[in-house]
């Protein structure tokens, strides 16, 4: 506790207080505005709930015209065929990542240097 039963702060010691007291010069009236926020804000006009719905209502047209025209070009089950894929050659890249690390390690080189000496490209 900092304070004596009288109230008064021990000696070295600040007074606790929950309100912070502003430095010399601030204003605490209003709070502080960004001119880039504000600058934002006067640029674009402020539309009406009805033209916000309206561009909404475009939007979502326009999604489901792509999303039909997907689906013709691609198989559902083709596609889930393709995922499997990438995700047995990532695990397998994994793998081999793995291996070529502790390779680098055992041999007391770097992982870019047994990239190299197996031809292999580090960035793929």
């Known amino acids: 506790m900092n304070k004596p039963?009288?109230?008064?702060?021990?000696p070295g010691k600040r007074p606790i207080s929950n309100?912070?007291?502003?430095?010399?010069g601030m204003r605490l009236k209003q709070p502080f505005?960004?001119?880039?926020?504000?600058?934002?804000?006067?640029?674009s006009p402020k539309l009406s709930r009805a033209q916000e719905m309206l561009?909404?209502?475009?939007k979502i047209e326009s999604l489901d015209e792509e999303i039909?025209?997907?689906?013709?070009?691609?198989?559902v089950d083709e596609?889930?065929?393709?995922i499997d894929k990438l995700h047995e050659y990532n695990d397998i890249?994994?793998?081999?990542?793995?291996l070529i690390g502790k390779?680098?390690?055992?041999?007391?080189k770097t992982t870019k240097s047994l990239y190299e000496e197996f031809g292999l490209d580090i960035d793929d």
């Open 103 to 108: 390779l680098a390690e055992i041999d007391g």
């Open 55 to 58: 561009i909404l209502q475009r």
């Open 19 to 24: 309100q912070r007291t502003p430095r010399s």
């Open 33 to 43: 505005k960004s001119p880039v926020h504000a600058k934002e804000q006067s640029t």
């Open 5 to 10: 039963s009288g109230g008064t702060p021990l």
């Open 68 to 75: 039909s025209l997907l689906q013709q070009e691609y198989d």
């Open 79 to 82: 596609l889930q065929e393709h």
């Open 93 to 98: 890249k994994d793998v081999g990542q793995m």
